[in-house]
């Protein structure tokens, strides 16, 4: 998935300058009607490092579920 996050810089018309940048989900799962999101990660210790996992998921733009799996102790939660 392609997206356009906006930057610091400002170009000569004083509008933001923004890049491209792309996301990946790991898997995609579909049973009939059903579809599932699937980002794995085999550790995640800080903020920054679940903030990129989750980014792709957040900027899928439907109502199926996304999935974060990690071998981590994370415990279950819904965002």
Do not use: W
């Amino acid at each position: 998935m392609d997206m356009n996050e906006r930057t610091d810089k400002i170009n000569s018309n004083k509008r933001p300058i923004y890049s491209r940048k792309s996301l990946e989900v790991g898997f995609i799962a579909s049973s009939g009607n059903a579809k599932y999101y699937i980002q794995s990660a085999l550790s995640i210790e800080d903020l920054d490092k679940i903030e990129s996992e989750k980014r792709p998921l957040s900027c899928i733009d439907d109502s199926f579920t996304k999935v974060l799996i990690t071998r981590s102790g994370l415990n279950p939660y819904r965002d």
